[in-house]
């Protein structure tokens, strides 16, 4: 059940217009990533962090890693122009075999039962996403024209972790870099290998800290949690 995760962080936040990296923003007066690596902190389960940072913000994580007692990064690596190429820096940077997750620093309110429950699927399977399913109705559409309905019921919206066997990720980006293919998450570099990817239902809280109306929701769900006592800093 061990298994060590790989975290981008080096993104810019240009969505968030925040004018600086989005996971410094505070919520409820401790930062993003903060929340985002405590839920590893905390689990005995996870072996190991390693974090893909932008250069720039360096000193600046390694201070906040000491002020709130995160001991679990192993390693450092620098992030690349796109999110894929940061999350190779972390693959490449994974000693040992075994089962590794890779999760967004932007995605605060993951849940330490669905990290096991992807964990036990990597396990078994190689490769697993969590995902909740489509609530709206997706189009396609061109020039603002729809061109298409898509069928709502095999719809998921894919989240992270993605929890997969390292050798799995590992070749996944190795082919991805031969061939100049850049997907938006993990899972579709391993779907073209190709090799099964399964998904593990998650929660619809499991938000992405994205456009500024995501800090709002961000904090309702930060209170309903302290409400619910799970959460003491
Ligand atoms: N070159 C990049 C781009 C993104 N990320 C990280 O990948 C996660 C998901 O990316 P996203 O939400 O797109 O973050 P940003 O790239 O910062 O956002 P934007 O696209 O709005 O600039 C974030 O934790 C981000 O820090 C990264 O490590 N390296
Ligand atoms: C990996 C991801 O979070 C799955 O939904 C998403 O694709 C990341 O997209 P971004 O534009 O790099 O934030």
């Given at each position: 059940m061990a298994y060590q995760v790989v975290i981008?962080?080096?993104?810019?936040?240009k969505r968030m217009g925040?004018?600086?990296?989005?996971?410094f923003l505070p919520l409820d007066g401790i930062p993003v990533l903060i929340h985002t690596l405590k839920v590893f902190e905390e689990?005995?389960?996870?072996s190991g962090i390693i974090l893909a940072i932008h250069p720039d913000d360096e000193q600046a994580f390694k201070q906040l890693l000491m002020q709130y007692g995160i001991?679990?990064?192993t390693s450092f690596v620098y992030g690349g122009k796109e999110r894929q190429d940061s999350v190779y820096g972390g693959v490449k940077a994974l000693a040992v075999d075994g089962t590794v997750l890779v999760h967004d620093g932007?995605?605060?309110?993951?849940k330490q039962q669905t990290i096991h429950e992807l964990v036990k699927a990597a396990e078994k399977d190689g490769a697993a996403i969590a995902a909740v399913p489509v609530k709206d109705t997706i189009k396609k559409a061109e020039d603002l024209q729809v061109t298409e309905t898509i069928e709502?019921?095999?719809?998921w919206a894919v989240q992270t972790p993605q929890a997969f066997r390292i050798s799995v990720l590992r070749k996944a980006h190795e082919e991805a870099a031969k061939n100049d293919f850049v997907g938006t998450d993990d899972a579709s570099l391993v779907e073209r290998l190709p090799h099964k990817v399964v998904i593990i239902e998650g929660d619809?809280?499991?938000?992405?800290?994205?456009?500024?109306e995501d800090v709002y929701f961000a904090e309702a769900i930060l209170r309903k949690r302290q409400n619910q006592g799970r959460l003491s800093f």
């Open positions: 981008p962080a080096a993104g810019q936040g925040a004018g600086r990296n989005k996971l689990d005995g389960e996870c001991q679990k990064v932007a995605r605060p309110f993951i709502r019921s095999s719809l619809y809280d499991n938000i992405k800290l994205t456009t500024p």
